[in-house]
């Protein structure tokens, strides 16, 4: 089964930063969007950012101003770069590539700790 690969993941203070990487096989084809979801402990999954093959982004208001995606499609890797993190943002975050088809691919997860 195709997946995504990401990396990036571990423990950091709170204040701190970790940049997240995604990057989709070539054998996924036609990919128009790409982003990143996460999983709270007890919560259940939640949108985090996306963005589109022509550089359109989405955050949700909890990580504006503080996360930034990036993309580099002729690599199909999207990166997710995260400052000021707060131990609310703990969790496993999971990598999304949309293509046409309906195709929906995910990555394992990786797992963000932000604590003391």
């Known amino acids: 089964q195709v997946q995504l690969v990401e990396s990036g993941g571990g423990l950091v203070q709170p204040g701190g930063s970790l940049r997240l990487s995604c990057a989709a096989p070539g054998s996924i084809f036609g990919i128009y969007a790409m982003g990143w979801y996460r999983r709270a402990p007890g919560k259940q999954r939640e949108l985090v950012t996306t963005i589109t093959s022509g550089s359109t982004t989405n955050y949700a208001d909890s990580v504006k101003g503080r996360f930034t995606i990036s993309r580099d499609n002729a690599k199909n890797t999207v990166y997710l770069q995260m400052n000021s993190l707060k131990p609310e943002d703990t969790g496993v975050y999971y990598c999304?590539?949309?293509?046409?088809?309906?195709?929906?691919?995910w990555g394992q997860g990786t797992l963000v700790t932000v604590s003391l």
């Open positions: 999304l590539a949309r293509a046409t088809g309906n195709v929906e691919v």
